[in-house]
């Protein structure tokens, strides 16, 4: 059952018998696109011109945001990039459901660009546009798994992760923000990231209202997050910490006041003539990074990469080091499955407790 663009079960312009079959055919197309392989009963479609068809166009309202922005944005990227590949080999990818074989052979024409991530990125992106098509289309058909596996066993990019940016590195991107409107900004944002464990995402999100500054620290309210779809919100406490130059808690409160932010987002693009612009992107956050790291001559493993998630892995890593409990560390950074913290901890149990300090060197 392909669907029809979302409209209200009821047409203002229409009425009578007209009214009824516009009514039913909207009611319909919602369903067909929400549960593609469970059409619509004879019962339910005799229902469909009364309140239950405003009630499914209100579910569908309620599906249709259970993704996030930014990866809607993504999909419908990943998805342009299949329809202009699809262009070149003379294929209409209007024409739904995709033949499995002519997406395996995409996947293969992206061979060596993209890594397990990307192509797995780009198969989420058309079986999202099939479903929001009402096209019950699976990534697991065999032409498609199979050759995925294939492409990963002879061109898979090993996994890259990101590196661990600890108090030390820390310091060193410190050392090159300047004085300036930019570097007061930078000197908050990587010392609210790292000592709040946030991700990038939270970062940008913050706002002025969701900060309070209270006698043990500033509390930040999280209102969204990567594992609170639901929004269901958090709150974590930075404390007050002891250096004049690195504690978080007063760079934000000094970057705040010397921009002049009363409410709204907190961290903004900067201008070079120290003028405050919208807020700050997540690749916004990467840039100023990469900027600041090149500024201070700071390099990573070449195994590892440089990326924001590094002030989170940072904060994680460190707290192992200094031997934090799990709960406490899963408590700070809302983490919800241990398993997911079992690498950080390794890591830091490998530097902390390598029995090469043990030598008499």
């Not at 990039?81 to 293969?108: D, E, G, K, M, S």
């Not at 031997?323 to 490998?350: C, F, N, W």
Request: with cysteine.
């Amino acid at each position: 059952m392909t669907a029809a663009p979302s409209e209200g079960p009821v047409s203002a312009a229409v009425s009578g018998p007209d009214a009824l079959a516009t009514s039913q055919a909207s009611a319909l197309a919602i369903v067909g696109r929400m549960a593609p392989a469970s059409p619509a009963s004879a019962e339910m479609l005799a229902l469909l011109s009364g309140p239950l068809g405003q009630a499914i166009e209100t579910a569908a309202t309620f599906a249709d945001n259970h993704l996030a922005a930014s990866t809607q944005r993504a999909y419908a990227r990943d998805w342009r990039a299949f329809v202009a590949w699809c262009r070149t080999q003379a294929v209409n990818a209007a024409i739904l459901p995709v033949h499995p074989v002519l997406v395996a052979a995409y996947l293969a024409s992206l061979v060596p660009a993209l890594g397990k991530s990307g192509l797995r990125a780009r198969l989420a992106a058309i079986a999202h546009h099939h479903h929001q098509n009402g096209h019950l289309w699976s990534t697991r058909h065999p032409a498609i798994s199979a050759t995925l596996q294939g492409i990963l066993k002879q061109h898979g990019k090993p996994i890259r992760p990101s590196a661990a940016l600890t108090s030390t590195e820390i310091r060193q991107l410190l050392g090159s923000c300047g004085e300036d409107l930019a570097g007061v900004r930078d000197r908050a944002l990587f010392l609210t990231g790292f000592a709040g464990a946030l991700r990038r995402s939270e970062l940008v999100a913050i706002d002025r209202e969701h900060l309070t500054f209270r006698e043990v620290g500033l509390s930040i309210h999280i209102p969204r997050s990567k594992r609170d779809q639901e929004g269901q919100g958090a709150d974590i406490t930075i404390p007050w910490m002891r250096g004049e130059d690195t504690c978080p808690v007063k760079a934000v409160e000094r970057f705040l006041k010397r921009a002049g932010i009363t409410h709204g987002p907190v961290f903004r693009g900067v201008t070079a003539w120290g003028t405050l612009e919208n807020r700050l992107t997540t690749d916004g956050v990467r840039k100023i990074l990469l900027r600041r790291a090149a500024l201070a001559g700071l390099t990573v493993d070449p195994r590892e990469r440089l990326s924001p998630h590094g002030l989170r892995a940072g904060f994680i890593t460190e707290a192992y080091l200094a031997a934090a409990p799990d709960e406490q560390v899963m408590a700070h950074t809302r983490q919800k499955d241990l398993s997911t913290l079992r690498g950080y901890r390794r890591r830091a149990k490998i530097t902390g407790e390598n029995p090469a300090r043990l030598l008499d060197l």
